[in-house]
């Protein structure tokens, strides 16, 4: 019995949260990486009344959230809607990308508004009862409760109302409904304010039972992905019915004693449902790559010469090179993680030309630096068999992870690759026997003495690390250019034109995806030699969306846009020293501004500018939102 209502609030729970983001993305055709924050908006909501009305009673303080908790969610999501879903309403790459820089701006606004240390709230509905043999609290059937009324809720408002035929039929097909007569614009703005709205209402039901914390939300999407990638995208019924399936897992794991490993479980199930069901359960496929992810690039024909690319880049490294006899040994420990950074950020890109961007290469980083440290520690290995050996063991888990994978498409591979990740992180800290659990795995030796040279040295460190980054970025600068390199590219701008003329884009795929592990993984070796430790806290969600904002902020046209992206991020960083919480704040409005005003990154502009400079030639068309060919 305990089992049954366990399920029975889980699913519930599960329902609520991620049914507002199917409906989102069935009307918008975005996933709204922010959906976590409302429903941390929720939980500080709950919060604060509760903290400003010390006489009242708890219960009543709670049917007040229940009611101000979805009406603030609902406005939060209708301004969202207006200044970010609207301007990229053509570009749903580009909403979704935003969105992620939203979800790090509200977290860090929270952390300096109510500090970072966790909130505690007292049960809010106090009791229980017994159910032949289970518990019951009152909290918990309240949560039971509000899921099956919002379920009746929503379905009601969909079937029997004028506004909810509206939404079906924008989500079946907006521009038939365009000719129908209805305002499309008006349905995006209740769609998102009904998504946020539940959302919200999930954190106030959930904050008594979880603590109330700024990263409260990033926690739960990981949850709300899971569900609505294994029941459909745009699926409400299959939102639904993966919330039951996971309700009903999640409890019988739970009450078995086993709920350490709840995250891989689920993503396992998850990775074997996308084997066999590419879109999910119930689901649709995403919108195709020529809408919106590859539009034209007003600085196409703003072209370079090859002779100022070459001084350009021999410029580049000679100041690279000279950067550890000028600078201080912090600066240059600095330099160090810059260059093991540069090799990521650059494989990134290879494995982004593929049309697909991945949020496990962080994961792939980890892989390297664990196998560095299991074969240092157990087998005694030579760092110099040990780098090359932390690539292939990258790519060889790549492989594995891209067979269930690779056969989504868009939305459906990134938020698979992020839940992969994360059960992949969770393994790290849960088989503490072999992976030294959160407290990772400690002293480490850097690589051994080579040509006299002790790499316990800092700057000789640093000098070995700017010459694998050098190999590294000209080994994956040939791939680009090479056949199978454009190929990938023009595969990626056409899946079905290039299926067609008989390109095997499952293959090439797969190939971009494990040769930008390969160096991720390279990468890590150097990053756990360098640190002299190994553990799960290093390989963080925002340690990742760093990468991801080099990227975007860079442009990925060249191998330029990366390393200018990552480049403007560790100044960032490090102007900030002190004040670590305003840096996701910066790092998360630069890629919105970026992508609202500058989608093809400062690559793109810089490209255009110096083409005026030096070839004298016109900046060309004016940038226009959604021009962008620099995240294909």
Same mark, same amino acid.
């Given at each position: ?11 519930? $729970? ?243 004693? $086993? ?374």
């Amino acid at each position: 019995m305990q089992i049954l209502i366990n399920f029975l609030s889980l699913s519930a $729970f599960y329902g609520l949260f991620a049914v507002g983001l199917a409906l989102v993305f069935g009307v918008m055709k975005v996933v709204n990486f922010a959906h976590g924050e409302f429903f941390m908006v929720g939980g500080y909501v709950l919060w604060m009344l509760v903290a400003l009305l010390p006489g009242v009673p708890l219960w009543l303080v709670f049917a007040g959230a229940l009611v101000l908790g979805p009406l603030v969610g609902a406005v939060m999501g209708i301004l969202v809607e207006r200044a970010i879903f609207e301007p990229t309403s053509k570009d749903a790459f580009g909403g979704f990308i935003a969105s992620l820089g939203l979800s790090y701006v509200l977290q860090a606004l929270v952390v300096l508004c109510f500090g970072v240390v966790s909130k505690s709230l007292p049960v809010m509905i106090p009791g229980q009862i017994e159910i032949f043999g289970g518990t019951l609290t009152w909290q918990r059937l309240v949560v039971i409760l509000c899921g099956l009324v919002m379920m009746v809720a929503l379905w009601y408002f969909l079937a029997r109302t004028s506004g909810g035929r509206a939404v079906r039929a924008a989500s079946q097909d907006r521009n038939a409904a365009l000719l129908q007569g209805i305002n499309l614009r008006r349905v995006r703005m209740v769609t998102m304010a009904i998504g946020a709205a539940m959302a919200a209402l999930s954190g106030v039901l959930m904050a008594s039972v979880i603590n109330v914390s700024p990263y409260m939300g990033l926690e739960a999407i990981w949850k709300a992905f899971i569900v609505v990638i294994v029941g459909g995208l745009g699926s409400i019924p299959g939102a639904i019915l993966a919330a039951t399936l996971f309700g009903l897992i999640d409890s019988i794991v739970t009450t078995l004693g $086993f709920g350490q490993y709840v995250i891989i479980i689920d993503t396992v199930i998850m990775l074997g449902v996308l084997t066999f069901f590419p879109r999910g359960l119930l689901g649709r496929e995403a919108p195709p790559l020529d809408q919106g992810q590859v539009q034209r690039d007003p600085s196409v024909g703003s072209r370079i010469s090859g002779r100022v690319s070459l001084l350009l880049t021999l410029a580049f490294l000679a100041a690279l090179a000279a950067f550890p006899f000028a600078a201080s040994a912090y600066y240059t420990g600095i330099g160090v993680l810059f260059l093991i950074n540069l090799i990521l950020v650059m494989s990134y890109r290879t494995v982004t030309s593929m049309g697909g961007w991945s949020f496990a290469h962080i994961t792939m980083l980890a892989i390297g630096g664990y196998t560095m440290a299991l074969l240092q520690s157990h087998l005694g290995l030579s760092f110099w068999a040990i780098l090359p050996l932390s690539g292939i063991v990258a790519a060889g888990l790549a492989l594995i992870i891209a067979v269930p994978v690779m056969r989504t498409r868009q939305f459906y591979f990134f938020l698979s690759t992020f839940a992969a990740g994360e059960a992949i992180r969770q393994c790290f800290i849960q088989f503490r026997g072999t992976f030294g659990g959160i407290e990772g795995i400690p002293f480490l030796a850097p690589p051994e003495d080579l040509f006299g040279l002790s790499f316990y040295d800092p700057v000789n460190f640093y000098l070995l690390v700017l010459a694998i980054c050098v190999i590294s970025g000209g080994l994956l600068y040939v791939f680009d250019i090479s056949r199978t390199g454009r190929t990938i590219k023009a595969m990626a701008s056409n899946e079905n034109l290039s299926a067609a003329v008989g390109i095997n884009g499952f293959a090439l795929k797969m190939l971009a995806f494990c040769v930008g592990s390969f160096f991720a993984g390279c990468a890590g070796s150097l990053f756990a030699a360098y640190n002299g430790f190994v553990a799960p806290t290093d390989f963080t969600a925002q340690f990742m969306f760093k990468i991801i904002a080099a990227v975007i902020i860079g442009g990925n046209r060249t191998f330029w846009g990366p390393v200018i992206g990552l480049l403007v991020l560790t100044v960032i960083e490090e102007a900030l020293t002190g004040a670590n919480q305003l840096v996701p704040l910066f790092w998360g409005l630069i890629i919105i501004f970026t992508v609202l005003f500058i989608p093809s990154g400062l690559e793109g502009l810089a490209r255009r500018v110096l083409t005026r400079l030096v070839n004298g030639k016109s900046l060309g068309a004016t940038y226009r939102r959604g021009d962008d060919a620099s995240r294909a």
